[in-house]
T-cell receptor, first 115, second 113 residues
Framework: GAVVSQHPSRVICKSGTSVKIECRSL??????MFWYRQFPKQSLMLMAT?????????EQGVEKDKFLINHASLTLSTLTVTSAHPEDSSFYIC???????????FGPGTRLLVL | GENVEQHPSTLSVQEGDSAVIKCTYS??????FPWYKQELGKGPQLIID?????GEKKDQRIAVTLNKTAKHFSLHITETQPEDSAVYFC????????????FGSGTRLLVRP
């Protein structure tokens, strides 16, 4: 299957700082990328959908000014958590799909801990 | 898609036995149903998917069946092994976009050696 990488794999930051997470599709062009958040022992909750070169579409209840998403190329999307707070601590996972396909390939996830 | 219910939430089987996980969906227009396996601390891995033009698909020990009339689909794992232990998620397309996936709540499978 297609490979998606994320960096960093885990990050610890102080409350009030910003954190950037990178998501890369390594062997395919991801026309669409998705960002999910997963709390312990829970399912994946979609935060936003981004198409290359377009603004991201955020799910209801997700603050677009707090979770900045950039999808500048067909192989890279970034999620920036601005002014992070302890309640933002979670497992953030991205996925990518190639043009016209419903199949999503997931990255390994980034564990964020905000102190 | 839109509303996807998954059960059971936990499943414990003896090594070598079969495991079955079921999901139901609400949107009759849904036409794509993937299953993902997530190991602890890792991202979900696509293990099998099915489209609405077929009723069953197999890949070695894994199979998925789809009943469009009843709006449910199931994952079948035969000859289970300890390495099958993980959390399994079903998914279906969101109503407002065929590219967005709505995930079930997950099933924690434990295969006892």
């Amino acid at each position: 299957g297609a490979v998606v990488s994320q960096h960093p794999s885990r990050v610890i930051c102080k409350s009030g700082t910003s954190v950037k997470i990178e998501c890369r599709s390594l062997d395919f062009q991801a026309t669409t990328m998705f960002w999910y958040r997963q709390f312990p022992k829970q399912s994946l909750m979609l935060m936003a959908t981004s198409n290359e070169g377009s603004k991201a579409t955020y799910e209801q209840g997700v603050e677009k000014d707090k979770f900045l998403i950039n999808h500048a190329s067909l192989t890279l999307s970034t999620l920036t958590v601005t002014s992070a707070h302890p309640e933002d601590s979670s497992f953030y996972i991205c996925s990518g799909s190639a043009g016209g396909s419903e199949t999503q390939y997931f990255g390994p996830g980034t564990r964020l801990l905000v102190l | 898609g839109e509303n996807v219910e998954q059960h059971p939430s936990t499943l414990s089987v003896q090594e070598g036995d079969s495991a079955v996980i079921k999901c139901t969906y609400s949107d009759s227009a849904s036409n794509y149903f993937p299953w993902y396996k997530q190991e602890l601390g890792k991202g979900p891995q696509l293990i099998i998917d099915i489209r609405s033009n077929v009723g069953e698909k197999k890949d070695q020990r894994i199979a998925v069946t789809l009943n469009k009339t009843a709006k449910h689909f199931s994952l079948h794992i035969t000859e289970t092994q300890p390495e099958d232990s993980a959390v399994y998620f079903c998914a279906a397309p969101g109503r407002d976009s065929s590219y967005k996936l709505i995930f079930g709540s997950g099933t924690r499978l434990l295969v006892r050696p």
